[in-house]
DNA sequence: ACGGGTGAGACA
DNA sequence: TTGTCTCAC
């Protein structure tokens, strides 16, 4: 729903930026033969030759539309040329037009505050820059203008026949008389199409734009001149716009708002809203949408532009319609784990460009179920925390999609003995990852994101304790003996096989991924405590014919006592590893809560010595004791932030669940021989490594 | 039960 | 907060 925002008297000057038919433009610039010709770009084409996502404007005179599917595009085009989408791991893939995308960012983005409003679409907030020109170099000032400036369209200037329209423009612009804001908007008009010829100059890439004083009009205004022109909208043409603009034009009301107000209330305009106050549209809508509707009546949008040039989260998905529909447990556990590397694979290049950290990992699924009439039910959505690594995100979602499945399935449970014919099928995955935050460069690095984690994960006892009950990795042992057992007999032959091959495939992939970065030595340089404990978790679930189904051998854990939640691992232990696994806590930020785990009797004790990095501070003492503590917190909450922990006690898996650039860096943080004398050097080499690749 | 794959945001 | 829902391209 929308909600309204605080409306500042608006002088501000934002455009919006739209690529035309993106899609269609990447790829002509890969294949330059397809430019001028009626192009279009399909994903999949087995089925009635694919389903059309972009559609070139030469492809639109000929009546072709977005969702047409291939075949009917020919039908009224054949001369049309069909681009397929890149497939990888059986699914369509969209980094090129994701990358595409970010090259498009990075260059408005130097105008003014830019937010990725979508892989295609910006917003930029130009004020300063218009402020700044009208200081400085006026348009008034300017002996020529650009002729794309000229070729604007300005909403509400006459255009007398004969008169020619880009003089018209012109003495617009220039005009010595106007008020503050249109001239604002006429230097927003300059420095947009500028930045269109930029973008053009450096991609080859053509868009639209809309300038005005809000987000709203300006995406309006950009959708009214494809392709390749601007238009601008001065306040005294919102009302002319406004009043006619059939209300479901309107972003937002698209949908069944825009139904609902044209139904209930007989909105069939933009501007019939003008005919209700703000309490009418609040009895009606709610607080939010009802002084939202008002606003935007009059053409009122405080929102701000938000000033992020990257996503904030990452997914990956795939539907299966039809007779397509998933029916056995391997077949959604071969997909999951095709969708889960390529989550993975854009989570590490996010690590490794703009050094970002996601935190949750998401299952979304849709099923239906024609057995009885509960057939309606929804796929229960599952989350968890995100640990990094493709096999632990991998059975991550396979848990949570497990989870899921016999919260769907309930009652149904024995019942529901699975065959190829049996009334229930999964039509749709994806797996998500989102709470991404930045990781500050530098060694502080680590203790910044400790910090931030305590912040945003810290749950109350409450909230843990659900999370105990909802965690996937948490059910207990008979539980999970009744439905999934059940279900592992569902498993046909081949397709046993086909998840077999892909689990050594799996297994390898990590394996290499590992060679090409640094982690191998670094692996190599491992304590062997450490070593053995990756060699038994790395290929453990996938090793056996039933391990992967096998609770016992996956993540399968109990609630153990204690005043902080722990979660033991059910699997065979060593001595050692009982009291490791004593303070271990997967599944949930477990470093977090071990930095928590305050053991007052071995810190105190110590004497503390301070070394100070950026603006955190490590204080080490002893070899076997550090506490961390930001030190521009006040003096007073210094000592309640601080948390102390005993390096020995530390259970080096925990440490897995992060990032495994990361970790290197907590590892040879916490080598205590040399913790000293290699803290001042280390910042600098991460700092270096992590400015080696940095790109926006 | 084919407009797919992805995103963002609001709400309970 | 998680999970659901709506909306958009």
Redesign the pocket.
Request: with cysteine; glycine share 6%; net charge negative.
């Given at each position: 729903?929308?909600?309204a925002k605080p409306v500042s008297s608006d002088g501000r000057v934002i455009a919006h930026i739209?690529m035309d038919c993106?899609y269609v433009q990447v790829e002509q610039r890969r294949q330059p033969e397809l430019r001028g010709l009626p192009t279009a770009v399909v994903?999949?084409n087995s089925?009635?030759g694919g389903?059309l996502?972009a559609v070139s404007y030469e492809a639109r005179k000929h009546g072709v539309k977005?969702?047409m599917?291939g075949d009917e595009a020919k039908e009224v085009c054949p001369q049309i040329r069909l681009v397929q989408v890149p497939v990888a791991r059986g699914?369509?893939?969209?980094n090129s037009y994701?990358e595409a995308g970010s090259e498009v960012v990075s260059i408005l983005a130097r105008a003014g505050r830019c937010e990725r409003?979508?892989?295609?679409?910006v917003y930029l907030d130009l004020t300063d820059a218009a402020e700044t020109m009208l200081a400085e170099t006026p348009p008034e000032s300017l002996e020529v203008i650009d002729d794309e400036a000229l070729k604007s369209h300005i909403l509400g200037l006459k255009h007398e026949d004969g008169s020619d329209m880009k003089e018209n423009v012109k003495e617009w612009l220039c005009r010595s008389d106007a008020d503050h804001r249109d001239k604002l908007l006429a230097c927003g008009v300059l420095i947009v199409a500028d930045l269109r010829m930029q973008v053009l100059q450096e991609t080859q890439f053509t868009c639209s734009a809309g300038i005005s004083h809000n987000k709203m009009l300006s995406?309006l205004a950009s959708?009214m001149n494809k392709p390749a022109q601007q238009t601008v909208v001065p306040c005294l043409s919102v009302q002319g716009l406004l009043e006619s603009l059939p209300i479901k034009k309107?972003?937002?009301?698209?949908?069944?708002?825009?139904s609902s107000l044209q139904s209930e209330l007989g909105v069939n305009f933009v501007g019939d809203l003008l005919r209700f106050s703000e309490q009418k549209l609040q009895e009606y809508y709610?607080i939010?949408?009802g002084t939202w509707l008002w606003n935007i009546a009059r053409g009122i949008s405080g929102e701000e532009v938000?000033g992020?040039l990257l996503?904030?989260?990452?997914?990956?998905?795939?539907?299966f319609?039809?007779?397509?529909?998933l029916k056995m447990l391997p077949s959604v556990q071969h997909w999951l784990n095709e969708?889960c590397e390529?989550l993975s694979e854009?989570l590490h290049i996010d690590l490794d460009q703009n050094r970002r950290i996601a935190r949750?990992l998401?299952l979304?699924a849709s099923a239906?179920m024609?057995s009885d009439s509960d057939?309606h039910k929804?796929f229960?959505?599952?989350?968890?925390p995100l640990r990094y690594g493709t096999i632990k995100i991998q059975e991550d979602a396979m848990n949570l999609f497990q989870a899921g499945l016999r919260e769907y399935l309930g009652p149904f449970k024995v019942k529901m003995q699975g065959n190829k014919k049996s009334g229930w099928g999964i039509?749709?995955l994806?797996v998500?990852a989102?709470?991404i935050s930045d990781i500050p460069s530098g060694t502080s690095s680590i203790m910044k994101y400790f910090q931030g984690q305590d912040q945003?994960?810290s749950?109350s006892k409450l909230?843990k304790d659900?999370?105990e009950l909802?965690n996937p990795c948490s059910f207990s042992e008979d539980e999970s003996n009744s439905t999934l057992n059940v279900i592992e007999h569902m498993k046909l032959p081949e397709e046993e096989a086909t998840i077999k091959n892909e689990s050594s495939d799996l297994v390898s992939t990590e394996y290499k991924t590992s060679r090409n970065s640094l982690e191998v030595p670094f692996y190599s340089a491992m304590p062997s405590l450490e070593k053995a404990d990756f060699s038994q978790e790395t290929p453990l679930s996938f090793s056996g014919r039933e391990s992967h189904l096998e609770p016992k051998l996956t993540e399968l854990r109990s609630k153990v006592s204690g005043e902080e939640s722990t979660f033991e691992s059910g699997r065979p232990a060593s001595e050692q590893q009982v009291k490791r696994n004593s303070l271990r806590d997967k599944g949930t930020p477990s470093l977090l809560r071990f930095f928590r785990r305050v053991d007052p009797s071995c810190s105190l004790q110590n004497e503390v010595l301070t070394q100070s990095f950026d603006n955190t501070n490590i204080c080490s003492s002893s070899e076997n004791s550090i506490s961390i503590h930001g030190d521009s917190l006040s003096e007073d909450l210094q000592g309640k932030e601080m948390w102390q922990y005993n390096v020995d006690e530390i259970d080096p898996s925990v440490i897995d669940e992060l990032p495994l650039k990361i970790q290197e860096e907590v590892r040879a943080w916490l080598r205590p021989q040399k913790r000293q004398a290699n803290s001042v050097r280390r910042s600098v080499g991460i700092t270096d490594y992590f400015s080696r690749n940095k790109k926006l």
């Amino acid at each position: 729903m929308p909600v309204a925002k605080p409306v500042s008297s608006d002088g501000r000057v934002i455009a919006h930026i739209d690529m035309d038919c993106f899609y269609v433009q990447v790829e002509q610039r890969r294949q330059p033969e397809l430019r001028g010709l009626p192009t279009a770009v399909v994903q999949y084409n087995s089925w009635k030759g694919g389903g059309l996502i972009a559609v070139s404007y030469e492809a639109r005179k000929h009546g072709v539309k977005r969702s047409m599917r291939g075949d009917e595009a020919k039908e009224v085009c054949p001369q049309i040329r069909l681009v397929q989408v890149p497939v990888a791991r059986g699914k369509a893939d969209l980094n090129s037009y994701r990358e595409a995308g970010s090259e498009v960012v990075s260059i408005l983005a130097r105008a003014g505050r830019c937010e990725r409003a979508s892989i295609d679409e910006v917003y930029l907030d130009l004020t300063d820059a218009a402020e700044t020109m009208l200081a400085e170099t006026p348009p008034e000032s300017l002996e020529v203008i650009d002729d794309e400036a000229l070729k604007s369209h300005i909403l509400g200037l006459k255009h007398e026949d004969g008169s020619d329209m880009k003089e018209n423009v012109k003495e617009w612009l220039c005009r010595s008389d106007a008020d503050h804001r249109d001239k604002l908007l006429a230097c927003g008009v300059l420095i947009v199409a500028d930045l269109r010829m930029q973008v053009l100059q450096e991609t080859q890439f053509t868009c639209s734009a809309g300038i005005s004083h809000n987000k709203m009009l300006s995406k309006l205004a950009s959708a009214m001149n494809k392709p390749a022109q601007q238009t601008v909208v001065p306040c005294l043409s919102v009302q002319g716009l406004l009043e006619s603009l059939p209300i479901k034009k309107m972003k937002q009301l698209g949908g069944k708002l825009g139904s609902s107000l044209q139904s209930e209330l007989g909105v069939n305009f933009v501007g019939d809203l003008l005919r209700f106050s703000e309490q009418k549209l609040q009895e009606y809508y709610g607080i939010n949408t009802g002084t939202w509707l008002w606003n935007i009546a009059r053409g009122i949008s405080g929102e701000e532009v938000e000033g992020r040039l990257l996503p904030k989260s990452h997914g990956s998905g795939k539907t299966f319609p039809g007779p397509r529909a998933l029916k056995m447990l391997p077949s959604v556990q071969h997909w999951l784990n095709e969708l889960c590397e390529e989550l993975s694979e854009r989570l590490h290049i996010d690590l490794d460009q703009n050094r970002r950290i996601a935190r949750t990992l998401s299952l979304h699924a849709s099923a239906y179920m024609s057995s009885d009439s509960d057939s309606h039910k929804k796929f229960p959505s599952k989350s968890c925390p995100l640990r990094y690594g493709t096999i632990k995100i991998q059975e991550d979602a396979m848990n949570l999609f497990q989870a899921g499945l016999r919260e769907y399935l309930g009652p149904f449970k024995v019942k529901m003995q699975g065959n190829k014919k049996s009334g229930w099928g999964i039509t749709g995955l994806s797996v998500s990852a989102s709470k991404i935050s930045d990781i500050p460069s530098g060694t502080s690095s680590i203790m910044k994101y400790f910090q931030g984690q305590d912040q945003l994960c810290s749950p109350s006892k409450l909230a843990k304790d659900k999370l105990e009950l909802e965690n996937p990795c948490s059910f207990s042992e008979d539980e999970s003996n009744s439905t999934l057992n059940v279900i592992e007999h569902m498993k046909l032959p081949e397709e046993e096989a086909t998840i077999k091959n892909e689990s050594s495939d799996l297994v390898s992939t990590e394996y290499k991924t590992s060679r090409n970065s640094l982690e191998v030595p670094f692996y190599s340089a491992m304590p062997s405590l450490e070593k053995a404990d990756f060699s038994q978790e790395t290929p453990l679930s996938f090793s056996g014919r039933e391990s992967h189904l096998e609770p016992k051998l996956t993540e399968l854990r109990s609630k153990v006592s204690g005043e902080e939640s722990t979660f033991e691992s059910g699997r065979p232990a060593s001595e050692q590893q009982v009291k490791r696994n004593s303070l271990r806590d997967k599944g949930t930020p477990s470093l977090l809560r071990f930095f928590r785990r305050v053991d007052p009797s071995c810190s105190l004790q110590n004497e503390v010595l301070t070394q100070s990095f950026d603006n955190t501070n490590i204080c080490s003492s002893s070899e076997n004791s550090i506490s961390i503590h930001g030190d521009s917190l006040s003096e007073d909450l210094q000592g309640k932030e601080m948390w102390q922990y005993n390096v020995d006690e530390i259970d080096p898996s925990v440490i897995d669940e992060l990032p495994l650039k990361i970790q290197e860096e907590v590892r040879a943080w916490l080598r205590p021989q040399k913790r000293q004398a290699n803290s001042v050097r280390r910042s600098v080499g991460i700092t270096d490594y992590f400015s080696r690749n940095k790109k926006l």
